[in-house]
């Protein structure tokens, strides 16, 4: 299913004519586009920007796909390779990519170059996917996918609509909508003529070489469709002596680094893992490695009114599973090429750990798409009269014009306060009616703009999503009165 904001932003497309730039102040409900849209770039060949640019191209917009993997699918496109190790502590917001003074530009570089490896330089480009092995769904469809399930759907899906890495290649007639292995280094507005001009950096291997080839160009857009999502690059907690242990290898591998290196769960077998953070990736982690690991012990933050998802994966720990509070310093270390098994790490509460073998962090990700304008040191958006908000994401300020300004404050206290966390699992009267209004409201604007209608999820599927909740969330939680009774 289309997300909302994706489906007002085509509907949007095809009936608007003109466009007002984002400098200047509008009361109008609407946007005004400047001139007809006519070309569209989509950014990120994930589900939703897979979605996009076939509906655009349906709809016979001029549509080009950029995305820097070598093949569609975005985080579902799984592959045992690892990223580029993060850096510690994290990469400043205002780090810009490198941009030859002269564009289109062609350049090849050689094992070493600028002391990178081509492995770590085409690992750095394409930005390996945050998936584990085993990684599955944690929500029924009708029960649990698993992540190779997934990502077969999603390049099908793909492949149906010309929109795989090769289609193009078949018939070499056809214009080229896909552009595979190529990042956009940057956004900008062209005032003269109301377009986007987007910056390319596309990469190829040339293992006849031994080299890989780099190439710059811009193309300008009608308009910009960003499906990216904003968390691009993982957060490393600001910890005294953390940045001391990154650098600490066992047996020539790190022993700290981020769960978007995890891979599978055989080499923590009779090792003693420490896992900081109480996110998905922190409970899904310690699951898939709680049969092969001596201890498992997780430092987590207590979150005094945590929202359904937020117990959801507290109560996705084993049972194994020691907690600890928050981490306070890291000793310093005698030496940094036998591990950290010696090492003593100190807690908030004064306790102090010693004996762990490897530390994941599960930390999360930061706002960090390189190619968006006007971020502010902490990594949120500016105040200015570009407003952006996101589907799906409960940060107001991103991603998406709006004229509903006055009301940010108010909707960003209220979810604050607990008013907008999700409204309850769903399947219980709160989601239902909060997937009641949404219906109403997508099919109004259908009936008004014309466009497909939304049916209200089934109701054997509501049936499925209690009983898998009481099952694999919370036992018990078909017995609380607040769920729907069918």
């Known amino acids: 299913m289309f997300s909302p904001r994706l489906v007002l932003l085509l509907a949007g497309l095809s009936a608007a004519a003109q466009q007002t730039p984002f400098s200047s102040q509008s009361s109008s409900e609407w946007t005004v586009f400047h001139h007809p849209i006519k070309s569209v770039a989509v950014i990120g060949a994930g589900p939703a920007g897979l979605q996009a640019a076939a509906k655009l191209v349906e709809h016979n ?23 580029v190790r993060e850096p510690y502590p994290d990469k400043p917001f205002d780090e810009k990519p490198y941009i030859p003074e002269h564009l289109p530009a062609t350049h ?3 094992e070493g170059d600028e002391e990178i490896s081509l492995e ?39 492949s149906f609509h010309n929109l795989n890495s090769n289609d193009y290649q078949i018939d070499s007639r056809r214009s080229p909508v896909t552009s595979y292995s190529t990042r956009v280094d940057k956004l900008q507005k062209i005032e003269e003529t109301q377009t ?36 691009v690059s993982p957060h490393v907690p600001e910890i005294e002596g953390l940045v001391a242990w990154s650098k600490v290898k066992d047996a020539g591998r790190y022993s700290v680094y981020h769960s978007q290196s995890y891979r599978r769960p055989e080499r923590y077998q009779n090792k003693t893992i420490l896992i900081v953070g109480s996110s998905v990736s922190a409970s899904e982690i310690a699951r898939d490695i709680a049969p092969y690991a001596r201890n498992v012990i997780a430092s987590i ?29 890291f000793e310093t270390l005698a030496a ?41 040191a902490d990594g949120q958006p500016c105040q200015s009269p570009l407003d952006w908000t996101l589907h799906s994401r409960p940060h107001f300020g991103l991603y998406e014009r709006s004229p509903m300004d006055h009301w940010k404050k108010q909707m960003k206290q209220d979810y604050d306060n607990g008013k907008y ?18 219906v109403a409201w997508l099919n109004n604007e259908s009936l008004i703009n014309g466009g497909r209608f939304v049916e209200p999820w089934p109701l054997e599927k509501r049936e499925v ?6 099952v694999e969330w919370i036992k018990g939680i078909r017995e609380v009165d607040e769920f729907h009774r069918l």
């Open 301 to 329: 933050r207590p979150k005094p009114n945590p929202h359904p998802f937020q117990l959801r994966s507290f109560l996705r720990f084993p049972d194994v599973t020691e907690f600890v509070p928050e981490i306070d310093h």
């Open 61 to 83: 917009f001029t549509v080009r796909l950029f995305d820097r993997a070598p093949a569609p699918g975005g985080n579902w496109f799984y592959t045992d390779e690892t990223p």
């Open 108 to 110: 090849y570089y050689e």
């Open 421 to 438: 966390h999700f409204r309850g699992l769903f399947a219980s009267a709160p989601a239902e009616a909060l997937f009641r209004q949404y």
């Open 465 to 470: 999503f209690v009983y898998y909740s009481d």
């Open 336 to 376: 940094h090429d036998k591990g950290i098994k010696d090492g003593g790490i100190h807690l908030k509460n004064g306790t102090v750990l010693k004996g762990i073998d490897e530390i994941i962090l599960a930390t999360g990700y930061i706002h960090s798409n390189i190619f968006l304008p006007n971020f502010t």
């Open 196 to 231: 986007w001009r987007l910056t390319l950096r596309r990469l190829e291997r040339l293992p006849e070489t031994n080299r890989i080839k780099a190439q710059w160009w811009t193309e300008d857009f009608d308009a910009v469709v960003i499906a990216t999502g904003p968390y």
């Open 120 to 158: 770590d330089r085409w690992k750095e480009h394409w930005q390996p996917r945050p998936l584990w092995d085993s990684l599955h769904t944690n929500s029924p469809a009708p029960w649990i996918i698993s992540n190779h399930d997934i990502q077969r759907h999603v390049r099908a899906y793909a």
